[in-house]
């Protein structure tokens, strides 16, 4: 059975950085790309990042570019998240997400809420 | 950035109901997945590449749609299926998703 685990969230001032983790297991992590997703509170889906299998590629949208990498770990089956700079924009909660086929975010982890607030 | 619009934002509808949900992109796109979202939950993958069901989503569901304009259709509504269904597109970067369309039962 595939498991997610995202840890690593919380309340965190604007301009400050934070680091998210998920656990994965259940299929062998090397083999997939792997995305965050967030989703600020009462509002949709959004996109964050995604990486290769080995790492060597990433991919963000503008909205958090230059401001948060992903970061994978195949020997621990871990992917992270760190988030420099935060803005209270950034305030959701943050999904890990194992892709699928054609760019589908095929499961999700539970998800860890990040509150940006002074 | 292709936008995703989701008509409509939210509906009711009666258990045996028959009931779509559309999603237009601003742009065109090879195909549309769709995630189902129960409140409190995680989403799930529910169709992909436009009309593949999801392992374990019921064939009273599916996809249609090309270019432009997308729906996710169920055949007769039933209990379960209250959620916020959500479009997303991945043929261009960056990734979108439609706002979502909440489905409540009447």
């Known amino acids: 059975e595939v498991q997610l685990v995202e840890s690593g969230g919380g309340l965190v001032q604007p301009g400050r950085s934070l680091k998210l983790s998920c656990a994965a297991s259940?299929?062998?992590?090397?083999?997939?790309?792997m995305a965050w997703v967030r989703q600020a509170p009462k509002k949709g889906l959004e996109w964050v990042a995604t990486?290769?299998?080995?790492?060597?590629?990433?991919y963000y949208p503008d909205s958090v570019k230059g401001r948060f990498t992903i970061s994978r770990d195949n020997a621990k089956s871990s992917l992270y998240l760190q988030m420099n700079s935060l803005k209270s924009e950034d305030t959701a909660t943050y999904y890990c997400?194992?892709?699928?086929?054609?760019?589908?975010?095929?499961?999700w982890g539970q998800g860890t809420l990040v509150t940006v607030s002074s | 950035e292709i936008v995703l619009t989701q008509s409509p934002t939210t509906m009711a509808a009666s258990p045996g109901e028959k009931v779509t949900l559309t999603c237009r992109a601003s742009?065109?796109?090879?195909?549309m997945h769709w995630y189902q979202q129960r409140s409190g939950t995680s989403p799930k993958l529910w169709i992909y590449?436009?009309?593949k069901l999801a392992s374990g989503v019921p064939n009273r569901f599916s996809g249609s749609g090309s270019g432009t304009s997308y729906s996710l259709t169920i055949n007769s509504m039933e209990t379960e299926d209250a959620a916020t269904y959500y479009c997303?597109?991945?043929?261009?970067?960056?990734?979108?998703f439609g706002g979502g369309t909440k489905l409540e039962l009447k």
């Open positions: 997400a194992r892709q699928g086929l054609i760019t589908t975010f095929a499961y």
């Open positions: 259940g299929f062998t992590f090397s083999n997939y790309y």
């Open positions: 990486i290769s299998t080995s790492g060597s590629r990433t």
């Open positions: 742009s065109s796109v090879s195909y």
């Open positions: 590449e436009t009309s």
């Open positions: 997303q597109q991945g043929s261009s970067y960056p990734w979108t």
